[in-house]
């Protein structure tokens, strides 16, 4: 015996409720299924408990993806503001952390509860936790073998996510589903992930553990640049901090990175102005400008005397200083890999999919949303907001 629905959901994090909840509020007889022992693992753990939920300056501009104007649509269609308004009708409250981040002010569950009630409001069924064993389809309709039964249903909604975080479900399900009815995907990657170091070349780095700083942080050419202004934190074993979580979404392997330690100053420009008459010595002239730990460090790391007094030295080296900092040139190992990635860059192509709808254009009825798609946002709420907005546009059209 088959169930019959409009609409199969499968994966009931961020993307899939919102869609589910669209869906069948819209009037559709929706199901949601997903394997998860505990519902929304991922919202629950997000923003350090607090979620950040959505960013208030959400656009194109803050997303990641082989085809760039793809999230346009559906991005204007449910916006940042959008979404606020949803969470000001649940009466949750919130607050702005910093760069337009909006938290909860007291849980993530409330965002679960949320996401929940509006289900609810939708007369979604669940199927939880419940295995997807295969899906085909069955004349126009797809049938769905799950180990509660066969559903069948005229629509699915893959919103099962990407690979990050396997400790709490992560699976390559939607990609298996993607190659079976023959879509292409772009090569899934760890993103917004800590970078790794060369245990032997970062010795040299190591007395700078534990100063943060604002920072610029760049990598790649043109297209493919990324360029952030940020907070670093220097670890015994690497750099960390929003800095290198950003940057490590556009860093290839092998290549470097540029970070500008003094993003304001121009401090070789500023070494040779403060040099004439100076009666400081080196450490404390560039303490004016960088954490004076940081510039006693980074003289040892040059092997420069801190003590040397600014007048005696010759321009040359006080330039290569300058622009040392100003321009730092390193290149990572690697990253930690999907155990510790808040997002996975690539998944499905988009150019296999309607950007109005999400639908597959070559299989109708099958649509793909959230991060199981080839659009990744930046730290700060961003990948919450493509959730959102992505599973409303497959929720209206499904
Ligand atoms: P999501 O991963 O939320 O949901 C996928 C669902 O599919 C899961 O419930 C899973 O169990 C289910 N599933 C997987 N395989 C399945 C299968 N084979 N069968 C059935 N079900 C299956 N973003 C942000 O904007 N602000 C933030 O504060 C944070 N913070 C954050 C912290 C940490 C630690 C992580 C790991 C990630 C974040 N993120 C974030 C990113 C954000 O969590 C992520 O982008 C969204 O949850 C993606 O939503 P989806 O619904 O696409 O996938």
């Known amino acids: 015996m088959s169930t019959q629905f409009d609409v199969a959901v499968i994966g009931a994090g961020a993307a899939g409720m919102m869609c589910a909840a669209v869906a069948g509020q819209r009037g559709r007889k929706v199901v949601l299924i997903d394997h998860a022992g505990r519902l929304a693992e991922k919202i629950r753990i997000s923003g350090g408990g607090r979620c950040n939920f959505t960013n208030r300056d959400a656009g194109p501009q803050n997303f990641l993806s082989d085809n760039p104007h793809f999230c346009k649509s559906a991005l204007s269609r449910y916006t940042a503001r959008d979404f606020i308004d949803l969470v000001r009708r649940h009466r949750i409250a919130f607050h702005e952390k910093h760069k337009g981040q909006l938290f909860c002010d007291d849980t993530a569950e409330d965002i679960i509860a949320m996401l929940k009630a509006e289900c609810e409001q939708g007369n979604v069924a669940w199927r939880m936790p419940c295995k997807v064993v295969d899906i085909g389809k069955s004349g126009e309709a797809f049938r769905i073998d799950t180990e509660a039964g066969e559903i069948l249903a005229k629509s699915v909604v893959i919103a099962s996510g990407g690979l990050s975080i396997p400790k709490i479900g992560a699976t390559d399900f939607a990609y298996r589903i993607a190659r079976q009815f023959d879509l292409r ?152 890999g999907y155990k510790k990635a808040e997002v996975t860059r690539g998944g499905v192509d988009t150019r296999e999919l309607s950007q109005q709808s999400m639908m597959a254009s070559k299989v109708p009825g099958l649509y793909f949303i959230g991060e199981a798609v080839d659009v990744t946002g930046w730290l700060g709420g961003y990948n919450f907001q493509w959730a959102w907005s992505s599973g409303v546009a497959a929720g209206q059209a499904a």
């Open 185 to 336: 995907l772009v090569e899934p990657r760890p993103a917004l992930v800590p970078l790794t170091f060369d245990a032997q070349a970062w010795q040299a780095f190591v007395p700078l553990a534990g100063i943060a700083l604002e920072v610029a942080i760049e990598t790649g050419e043109k297209k493919t640049r990324g360029h952030f202004l940020e907070d670093l934190l220097f670890t015994h074993r690497g750099l960390s901090g929003p800095a290198v979580l950003q940057i490590s979404s556009y860093w290839q392997p092998g290549t470097p990175l540029t970070i500008n330690l003094a993003p304001q100053e121009d401090l070789a420009e500023l070494l040779l102005q403060a040099k004439a008459g100076s009666k400081k010595n080196l450490a404390n002239t560039l303490a004016q400008w960088l954490p004076a730990r940081l510039a006693e460090s980074w003289l040892q790391v040059q092997g420069m005397q801190g003590d040397a007094r600014l007048a005696d030295l010759p321009d040359k080296p006080l330039r290569q200083l300058g622009e040392s900092l100003n321009r730092w040139k390193i290149v990572p190992a690697g990253t930690e």
